[in-house]
């Protein structure tokens, strides 16, 4: 009797042990396909919004622009396959697929919350060190660079590791670690660490402070009479970034702590409902790729027409003469008397009792430039 129950568990192995109801399948291919169409759409939106307006492209954006494109990658190639494994157990795309579908998602998450943490730190320099020069469009481009180029090679064991099996009854599709029983959880441990709670880390402590400035005393360097219109203008943008933060750390906050249980307790893999714990954590990891426009076009205005526009032939949606504002490029030209403090009679004869107006309103102009090419 003994050798027989052995015999059925190894062919119970050999085959596939997570066929689930049609029902079931149904239910979890609509909340996927959700994820994938909202987060592809909306995300393909933003991308357009920025590039095709001038007054968008300033350097919050092009790091939001980085992370709509990580987003946008995930949600099309590995959302989809991610369900059809994990419901299925079957690994049907062959090898190649294989390296691609075990590379990638490390490499977009890695792409994602550091751009997170590049505008965490922007926000930081742009509020808390006003006067300092910003990122100009070079060094922009050269951090998204750095930041794909060190995703890359986290993610590179991924891929060289990958591979598929092909059993009796079903082919697999998995990473084949020199140590089987250590390395794959300690390779998990670095990349949550490094993925995940320094970023997250690093962006509390520059949005605390940000936080402090913004809601609990004046911006340093900043006397204008625009003062509250600016204070404003940053405590959306900010607010706004800690959202998007926020969202993200509590979606993937389960999934990390999945792998590391697992991990730890290799017996929960032969639980019977664990497929289905799974599922979930994995339909809420990749859920974050598509709420980022949502959150843009409820608290950001520019945002907000730019979705208006794409949408206007809704019947619900109206496009007002203020949204088609909002995304033209209003910004004066530089000119001659743009660098000066032009007056009127009246205004001379009132600022002759005060000759360092002019000088304050030069430095004022200058951050409230830059608080219009960031809000």
């Known amino acids: 009797m003994a050798s027989e129950r052995d015999q059925s568990n190894t062919t119970r192995n050999l085959t596939n042990q997570f066929v689930q109801p049609a029902w079931r399948i149904a239910l979890w291919s609509v909340a996927y396909s959700t994820v994938l169409a909202v987060a592809v759409f909306g995300n393909l939106i933003v991308i357009w919004i920025i590039l095709a307006h001038k007054r968008m492209r300033t350097v919050t954006n092009y790091f939001l622009l980085n992370l709509a494109f990580s987003d946008v990658s995930m949600a099309a190639f590995n959302t989809l396959i991610n369900f059809i494994y994990a419901a299925h157990g079957e690994w049907y795309f062959g090898e190649v697929y294989c390296r691609f579908h075990n590379f990638f998602p490390v490499t977009a998450v890695f792409a994602s919350i550091y751009s997170m943490t590049a505008i965490a730190i922007d926000r930081y320099m742009a509020i808390i060190h006003p006067l300092k020069p910003r990122l100009s469009a070079k060094a922009t481009l050269g951090v998204i660079v750095s930041i794909w180029t060190l995703a890359v090679v986290l993610a590179l064991p991924l891929c060289y590791f990958s591979t ?68 404003r203008a940053k405590r959306k943008v900010v607010k706004m970034m800690i959202i998007v933060v926020v969202t993200f750390a509590l979606c993937w906050l389960p999934y990390h702590v999945y792998f590391i249980v697992t991990g730890l307790n290799k017996h929960l893999s032969k639980w019977k409902y664990i497929q289905q714990v799974y599922l979930s954590v994995l339909w809420l990891a990749m859920s974050s790729t598509m709420y980022n426009p949502i959150i843009y076009c409820c608290l950001n205005s520019r945002f907000r027409a730019g979705f208006k526009q794409v949408f206007r032939w809704c019947p619900f949606v109206r496009v007002t003469s203020y949204d088609e504002l909002e995304l033209r490029n209003t910004r004066l030209r530089p000119h001659r008397q743009s660098s000066m403090c032009t007056l009127s009679r009246v205004e001379t004869s009132i600022l002759s009792k005060d000759k360092s107006t002019c000088s304050r309103g030069n430095r004022s102009k200058v951050i409230s430039e830059q608080n219009n090419s960031d809000s």
């Open 164 to 231: 598929i099996k092909t059993l009796p009854h079903r082919t697999l599709c998995y990473v084949a670690w020199p140590r089987m029983a250590d390395d794959s959880f300690m390779y998990h441990i670095i990349v949550t660490v490094l993925v995940y709670v320094l970023p997250l880390v690093v962006m509390g402590i520059t949005y605390t402070i940000v936080g402090v400035t913004l809601w609990g005393g004046e911006i340093p360097g900043d006397s204008s009479d625009n003062y509250h219109g600016q204070l």
